[in-house]
């Protein structure tokens, strides 16, 4: 039950601020590391990334073209909207499925969130689609 609360609650994670309305189809705190081409899947793509938010900072909702998973790197305080605060702690990790919207948060603890975060998209797509709150 932790790991699906808070696979949910990561889930909710990843661009410009709550109530912000994005522009860019990237994240400003994301550092790419490493991206290739998934072998034995023409037209996927891997894509190995930290994302670091500080308190104040967030994501908005959005889903991806393929698999997120991840791993919480230096957990903190988060809240969705109209829901009282919770802990993303360190260690938790994360899976987003294709698809499925997701984010909405801001870090409301005084130590930043740190994300590493895989991706197995559709290349050629954009990594972050933006939806409505």
């Known amino acids: ?10 889930g909710c994670v990843l661009a410009a601020s709550v109530g912000a309305a994005p522009v860019s189809t990237d994240l400003a705190a994301r550092q790419e590391l490493k991206r290739a081409d998934l072998s034995g899947a023409p037209g996927m793509e ?8 500080k308190k ?5 909702r959005h889903l991806h073209h393929g698999i997120e998973t991840g791993y919480v790197l230096q957990g903190s305080m988060v809240q969705l909207p109209g829901q009282a605060p919770t802990m993303m702690a360190t260690g938790t990790s994360i899976l987003n499925l ?3 919207a997701h984010g ?18 559709d290349k050629g797509k954009p990594l972050y689609e933006w939806v409505q709150q």
Do not use: N, Q, W, Y
């Not at 104040?56 to 908005?60: I, M, N, R, T």
């Not at 909405?104 to 998209?121: S, Y």
């Open 56 to 60: 104040g900072e967030g994501v908005a």
């Open 1 to 10: 039950m932790r790991i699906v609360h808070a696979a949910m609650l990561v």
């Open 46 to 53: 891997v894509i190995t990334s930290i994302t670091e938010f």
């Open 104 to 121: 909405g948060f801001k870090v409301v603890g005084d130590t930043p969130l740190r994300l590493l975060t895989v991706h197995i998209v």
């Open 98 to 100: 294709r698809d499925v």
